[in-house]
């Protein structure tokens, strides 16, 4: 039995390649090993924990989709379960519904999840479950103490923090434990200050406006000239694949936008190098760095080793093979 401490989208993805049947695995790209791993893998209960509900749950629709929407295609002799009690919705729940069709569209496909998996009682199929509400407090080791046994879960309600007017997960005082035999934590990331730039420390990134980074939080802030950030520690860690490029091509707009302006150009300083400048500092550094034409011998190789295995490519994980594929040519 596994329990995954969840916060959204990696936990979905963890859970759907351990429940996966492993035959529909080795066609897509996925390594050898790991694929070597799945099949020997003895892992028939995966169960899903949050401190808070099914609409306050940190995935997207999409994701859920590829779980629970037609789930039988998805995935194979698995059965969802999600305890009535916890699909039970109250005021907060359904105004944070009216305000996100993001939420409401991920609490009906668990709504829905959580009657489709009734009209399945084969014992030999596998099973995933949501269990909402319980917050994770101590790891209980097994019998003989190698491995984890269980986790201790207290069980939470939700409240309005007052500050922010989001609902926040608060124990109870009531415990239960879960027996299992692996624990993976999926609860989120949060950047780190960088030194000598501003930073906010509740958000987790740098301020910026529009991937400029800005001298401080306040509102009188200005623009601190040829700094720029993107991803998580633009905007905090959210989103997805599609988020992430909408996000940096927003960073690269100002970057040229920047560019257009003269923004770049001083008379009286020293000439900027530009990428020959970069790649002498990397040289400098002995850094080992792969160009583009260098990633584009990579893709061909995967692609063309895959192609024998039936496979989109078969994934090169050792970083001297990179390079050496990189090369190649």
Partial sequence: MLLIIIKGNVALDVARILLRCTTELASTD???????????????????VGRRG?????????????ILGNYKMCLKNVNVYIKEADLATSPADKEEMRNSR??????????????VHQE??????????????????KFLPSEDGSTVGAMELEKTLLKDDGA????????????????????LKSIGYKSLPIEGLSFDKYRGVVPNLRGRVLSSESETATVEPGLYVVGWLKRGPTGIVATNLHCAEETVDSILE???????????????????????????????YVPFDG???IDTKEKADGELKNKPREKITRWNELLEAAREG
């Fill in 120 to 137: 399945n009682n084969d014992n030999d199929r596998k099973e995933l479950h949501f269990v909402f509400f319980r917050k994770p407090t």
């Fill in 54 to 66: 099914p609409v306050q749950a940190a995935c997207t629709a999409k994701e859920l989709r590829e």
């Fill in 258 to 288: 920047d560019d257009r302006k003269g923004l770049f150009t001083d008379p009286s300083g020293p000439k900027r190098q530009g990428r020959r400048g970069l790649l002498e500092i990397l040289e400098q550094k002995n850094a080992r």
């Fill in 164 to 183: 922010t007017g989001k609902q926040v997960a608060v124990g109870t005082g009531e415990f239960e434990e879960l027996k299992c035999g692996i624990v």
């Fill in 102 to 115: 993001i939420k409401r569209r991920v609490y009906e496909l668990l709504s829905k999840a959580a009657t």
């Fill in 295 to 297: 990633w584009e011998k």
């Fill in 30 to 48: 996925i390594a050898d090993y790991a694929l070597d791993a799945l099949r020997s893998s003895t892992i028939r209960k995966v169960y899903l």
